[in-house]
């Protein structure tokens, strides 16, 4: 049962690099979403994909790129890493048709100097 | 502004006792409420939801009751067991927005 799968599990990064972060999920489930987690606050949407092609922002998008090629993945782009992206990141996904929970995966602790 | 209140930082009951976690929400368009339990290093796990038509769901031993006239929905867990020490986020969305608005968790202690 693997779920949804985060990739790296850890990052330190310089300001100004770029990364990606790997989400893959194995449910064939048609939306999956990001997510970052800063201490004292819930978790807040960075931007989310209803289905292969599509993808659009949430409540957080400044500062990333998210692509939606294939049904299984979901890549999060950090084009030009900030102090301010030091955060946790949590993928997730569900399947659609109405009220069903969204999956986590076990989160990317990212670090930015 | 927080759509979604955890007022409770955190929580002790003794074991074999009940857990009463609480959340309140201010977004009438909310239809569908989760809780969800985390444990350190981990991701999010779903624990068990509600839709807006109902007022209880039950799972073994979770329960949530829903109060929409007092925008307020509850978690129960009895018995409580050991394994139950997490921290707990309410959850919310509305019918046709793929975001998931949280509260900021309530840290749950059971004492053997």
């Known amino acids: 049962n693997a779920g949804v799968t985060q990739t790296p599990k850890f990052q330190v990064l310089k300001t100004g690099q770029s990364m990606t972060l790997q989400c893959a999920q194995d449910?064939?489930?048609?939306?999956m979403s990001w997510y970052r987690q800063d201490p004292g606050m819930g978790l807040r949407l960075i931007h989310y994909?209803?289905?292969?092609?599509?993808?659009d922002q949430g409540e957080v998008p400044n500062g990333y790129n998210v692509s939606r090629s294939t049904t299984e993945d979901f890549p999060l782009r950090l084009l030009s890493a900030a102090p301010s992206q030091t955060s946790v990141y949590f993928c997730?996904?569900?399947?659609?048709?109405?009220?069903?929970?969204?999956?986590f995966g076990d989160g990317t602790r990212l670090s930015i100097l | 502004d927080q759509q979604v209140k955890q007022n409770s930082p955190s929580l002790s009951v003794q074991e074999g006792r009940i857990s009463i976690l609480n959340c309140d929400y201010t977004?009438?368009?909310?239809?569908?409420f989760l809780w969800y339990k985390k444990y350190p290093a981990e991701g999010p796990t779903f624990l068990i939801s509600?839709?807006?038509?109902?007022d209880k769901n039950e799972d073994g031993r979770f329960t949530v009751f829903l109060n929409k006239s007092a925008k307020h929905l509850s978690l129960h867990i009895v018995p409580s067991q050991p394994g139950d020490s997490a921290v707990y986020f309410c959850?919310?969305?509305?019918?046709?927005?793929?975001?998931?608005?949280f509260g900021t968790g309530t840290r749950l202690t059971i004492i053997p």
């Open positions: 994909s209803v289905g292969a092609g599509i993808t």
């Open positions: 997730a996904s569900r399947t659609g048709g109405g009220n069903q929970p969204q999956h």
């Open positions: 509600i839709s807006s038509i109902k």
């Open positions: 449910m064939n489930h048609e939306y």
């Open positions: 959850a919310a969305r509305n019918f046709g927005n793929e975001k998931l608005t």
């Open positions: 977004n009438s368009m909310f239809d569908y």
